[in-house]
Nanobody
């Protein structure tokens, strides 16, 4: 089992940047593919990005390609989400998730463990 704790959310103006962190504890972090999802008020939780166990493979939602970057540091048991050129439509609670498997997935149903979420608000 793994426990996930997100941090780094906050209020930022459109065009600004934030970096989210997700610290993992418990089982070996490098055994998990990691993902970031987000949920805006009144909307379903949606896939943002994911990274494979060794960081060799990543996937991004079309809405964030070219603006967001996922990366991980297995020595620090942490996955990061660098968010640049933020837009008001990026406003949401961002969740970190871990998947016990080799492949990265875009469906939230494929992830085994979740953090509590961190709020990101982008003002126009």
């Amino acid at each position: 089992q793994v426990q996930l704790v997100e941090s780094g959310g906050g209020l930022v103006q459109a065009g600004g940047s934030l970096r989210l962190s997700c610290a993992a504890s418990g089982r070996t972090f490098s055994a998990y593919a990691m993902g970031w999802f987000r949920q805006a008020p009144g909307k379903e939780r949606e896939f943002v990005t994911a990274i494979s166990r060794s960081a060799g493979v990543t996937s991004y939602a079309d809405s964030v390609k070219g603006r967001f970057t996922i990366y991980r540091d297995n020595a620090k048991n942490t996955v990061y989400l660098q968010m640049n050129s933020l837009k008001p439509e990026d406003t949401a609670v961002y969740y970190c998730a871990a998947r016990d498997g080799v492949l990265i997935k875009t469906s939230r149903n494929e992830y085994d463990y979740w953090g509590q979420g961190t709020q990101v608000t982008v003002s126009s």
